[in-house]
């Protein structure tokens, strides 16, 4: 108050004085009033003996561009006082304090968070709305959390490796940018931090310094000033990118790790003041808990945790439409946002030369590597090689836990590193280590607050790794590897697993007599264990011509097994005391090919209603938990009233739907079949393929055929229901 009237601002500074009026009308009169009040003020406060030496100025601020009856207004009153009074617009008043729209060009030019480390044919212009839920469920748009942020709120988003964090975050900040613009500057303009850049900064005029230099912006005072003024919104990326200084191994001290690392971002969240709209990500799994989470980043309990799960099925579709695919994916294809991108966009599916997609197994070696070099460009040091060698160590180790995907804990992620690097990991190391690609926090029922635990996101990601290990352990079958020793576990690899394994092996010229060797040089050791039974499955992969030795295999489980005559190791191998969830024998037709069972379980024995008479011996003291019913087997199906090419077509579909993901050899769909109609078999391939329901890949020796995603559900109600079947070649 001055004289009885209301002041909106005035600053008292050591060299100078400011004087401040806001107002939203437009006519003379108002802008005749205000300046007057700041006229009396400015001339009151120069009296004073303190402020002798000191400027003075006056601001007239209007919510639009001032008119030029206020503007002329604004200078009589301003010649009165013989003090500069101006009348600015909001949108000039903050360019003053920061120029937001120089900023704002410079930011759009630099990179955004881990998009920058995506290859340049992934970059591309496809873009799925991001969808964030709250711990309620409740779904929210990017336009609503701009809003939210816009309002003052903060939230913090989560989500694990490759759900697109960084393209959520960047999605928020080009919509603020347009409510920026489209305001005239009135509403709060984005702050996009890219947190790795920050990594040893302590306060927040060091981090937005950095920030600056890194954008290309030349005033980071201003910038400083307008995160200190509430005029911006701060976008962090990144939490989990912060490289720790030190770590003395225990699970207690990493989180002392983490409290020291981030103090910088602790410290740029909690001095904000409280109506600066903030929004920080990264992934959930770099802390232990949600709890330590929120208070390590000096954010409140009533902050918004919004998560970022993978596609919805109709985003999947969305992006595909988008991405311009005319071709129907695999079933198999994940829905990891950045796995279907690198998929899809970097022609890891699709092989030119064959004109053709690739099957499973090398699509996803292809993934994998993808993810490893993503990886390898945000460290300084650290080879992309060295990447999958530990990630593919880590799914090794993980195993011993009992399942593929974990969990894992400090303990293993150490050894992989000490096992793979052959030293203690140092400070990028345990950065590597904190962020590993691939790995997530265990569900809420399975997480313990007092370890430091993960596990794989992906089972497919987790299998494909272990794929990469098998193959440099039966490469080079050498005391040191980790897959020397006996297995602790007793499950067997997935096909996916056994198939990463072989085509490693087949690209680095290893041999199936190699490999065969190895699996001879376990056995002789009397390691009848889990990994003897994947080395043997590998080498019936790469297919040798001649197989002498009979190998024995104890106590073991097995997701499938799909036995058929052009199997030389299989044959070859007695299963003892094991357990076989799935026992595929539809493509067998001599009982040699069949391996011996003894003592073993057999959740299904797929492609007969009971154990044929011919295999009796093959089964001993064996038992049985379910056959397939007889109209879903190849003679069941051969006795159904339909075309001859009709049943044909179920047979194929049985065999390639039977199992999702699983893929048949071409010579293994005509297996089971009359010989007087197996000379349909291509053209009822030929039909399939061409109404959407298989794709016909070209890899290795043989092409293999495989279902299509969108397919699956409408091929097992037929499979159900087989005499509703309309089909014609």
């Known amino acids: 108050m001055h004289r009885g009237r209301e002041i909106d601002a005035a600053f008292e500074m050591d060299d100078a004085i400011h004087v401040y009026e806001f107002t939203v009308r437009r006519d003379k009169a108002k802008a005749i009033q205000d300046a007057s009040k700041i006229r009396e003020l400015l001339i009151d406060l120069h009296r004073k003996p303190e402020n002798a030496y000191k400027s003075v100025t006056g601001w007239v601020v209007t919510r639009d561009e001032p008119t030029a009856e206020q503007r002329g207004a604004v200078r009589k009153e301003a010649e009165i006082a013989k003090f500069p009074i101006h009348a600015i617009s909001m949108a000039t008043l903050s360019r003053r304090l920061c120029d937001s729209e120089s900023y704002i060009q410079c930011r759009d030019r630099a990179p955004f968070g881990s998009i920058a480390y995506v290859?340049?044919?992934?970059?591309?212009?496809?873009?799925?709305?991001?969808?964030?839920?709250?711990?309620?469920?409740?779904?929210?748009?990017?336009?609503?959390?701009?809003?939210?942020?816009?309002?003052?709120?903060?939230?913090?988003?989560?989500?694990?490796?490759?759900?697109?964090?960084?393209?959520?975050?960047?999605?928020?900040?080009?919509?603020?940018?347009?409510?920026h613009f489209k305001s005239d500057k009135l509403t709060p303009f984005p702050v996009h931090v890219n947190l790795r850049d920050c990594a040893g900064l302590k306060t927040p005029a060091e981090i937005l310094r950095r920030h600056s230099e890194e954008v290309g912006f030349s005033n980071d005072r201003a910038l400083t000033s307008a995160w200190r003024a509430g005029a911006c919104v701060l976008l962090l990326d990144g939490f989990d990118e912060i490289v720790p200084t030190r770590w003395m191994g225990s699970a207690a001290d990493v989180k002392q790790v983490r409290f020291q690392a981030l103090s910088g971002i602790r410290r740029l969240i909690e001095e904000a003041p409280e109506e600066t709209g903030i929004a920080v990500c990264g992934r959930a799994h770099f802390f232990s808990s949600a709890q330590e989470m929120i208070s390590v980043l000096g954010l409140s309990e009533e902050c918004s945790l919004q998560t970022i799960h993978d596609f919805t099925n109709e985003q999947v579709?969305?992006?595909?439409?988008?991405?311009?695919?005319?071709?129907?994916?695999?079933?198999?294809?994940?829905?990891?946002?950045?796995l279907i991108g690198y998929l899809l966009a970097d022609g890891a599916m699709y092989d030119v030369e064959s004109d053709s997609l690739v099957d499973q197994a090398a699509?996803?070696?292809?993934?994998?590597?993808?993810?490893?070099?993503?990886?390898a460009k945000m460290f300084s040091a650290v080879r992309p090689e060295k990447i999958k060698q530990l990630v593919s160590r880590v799914a090794t180790l993980a195993r011993s836990t009992g399942d593929e995907t974990g969990p894992v804990d400090m303990k293993i992620l150490s050894q992989a590193f000490r096992e793979v690097n052959g030293v203690e990991a140092d400070e990028e190391g345990i950065q590597l280590l904190l962020r590993l690609p691939g790995l997530a926090n265990p569900s809420a029922a399975n997480l313990d607050l007092n370890k430091e635990q993960r596990v794989f996101v992906d089972k497919?990601?987790?299998?494909?790794?272990?794929?990469?290990?098998?193959?440099?352990?039966?490469?080079q079958p050498h005391e040191g590897h980790t897959l020397a020793q006996n297995a602790s576990w007793v499950v067997s690899s997935s096909e996916l697993g056994v198939g990463v394994a072989a085509q490693s092996l087949e690209l680095r010229d290893v041999s199936a007599g190699t490999v065969l060797a190895a699996a001879k040089r376990r056995q002789d050791k009397h390691q009848y264990d889990a990994v003897l039974t994947d080395a043997l499955r590998v080498a019936d992969y790469l297919a040798p011509e001649k197989v002498r030795q009979s190998f024995i295999v104890e106590g073991v489980m097995i997701e499938s097994l799909t036995p058929s005559d052009s199997n030389t190791v299989l044959s070859k191998i007695n299963f003892h005391d094991s357990v076989i969830h799935r026992l595929d024998i539809s493509s067998l037709e001599s009982e040699e090919a069949c391996p011996v069972f003894r003592s073993c379980l057999i959740g299904l024995l797929d492609g007969a209603a009971g154990v044929p008479v011919a295999l009796a011996e093959k089964f001993i003291d064996c038992e049985f938990e379910s056959f397939s019913s007889l109209s879903q087997t190849t003679v069941g199906i051969m006795q159904l009233k339909l075309s001859d090419d009709a049943k044909i077509a179920l047979t194929v579909l049985k065999k390639i739907y039977s199992q999702r993901g699983s893929g048949r050899k071409e010579s293994g769909l005509s297996r089971g079949l009359d010989p007087a109609i197996r000379g349909r078999v291509p053209a009822v391939l030929t039909a399939l393929q061409s109404q959407g329901w298989i794709h016909r890949i070209v890899?290795?020796?043989?092409?293999?055929?495989?279902?299509?995603?969108?397919?699956?559900?409408y091929a097992l109600r037929i499979l159900e229901e087989p005499n509703r079947f309309n089909f014609e070649a």
């Open 317 to 338: 579709v969305n992006y595909l439409k988008k991405s311009g695919i005319n071709w129907s994916v695999p079933e198999w294809l994940p829905t990891r946002p950045l």
């Open 699 to 713: 890899s290795g020796r043989e092409p293999i055929y495989v279902g299509v995603k969108e397919k699956r559900a």
């Open 119 to 179: 290859t340049n044919s992934s970059r591309s212009s496809v873009n799925v709305e991001t969808i964030f839920s709250d711990i309620d469920g409740k779904e929210e748009s990017v336009k609503g959390i701009t809003k939210s942020l816009s309002g003052g709120n903060r939230h913090l988003i989560i989500g694990d490796f490759g759900v697109g964090k960084s393209h959520a975050l960047r999605q928020i900040y080009m919509e603020m940018r347009k409510a």
């Open 363 to 375: 699509a996803w070696r292809n993934l994998f590597g993808m993810i490893c070099k993503r990886e």
């Open 460 to 475: 497919d990601l987790a299998d494909t790794a272990y794929g990469e290990d098998l193959a440099s352990y039966l490469a």
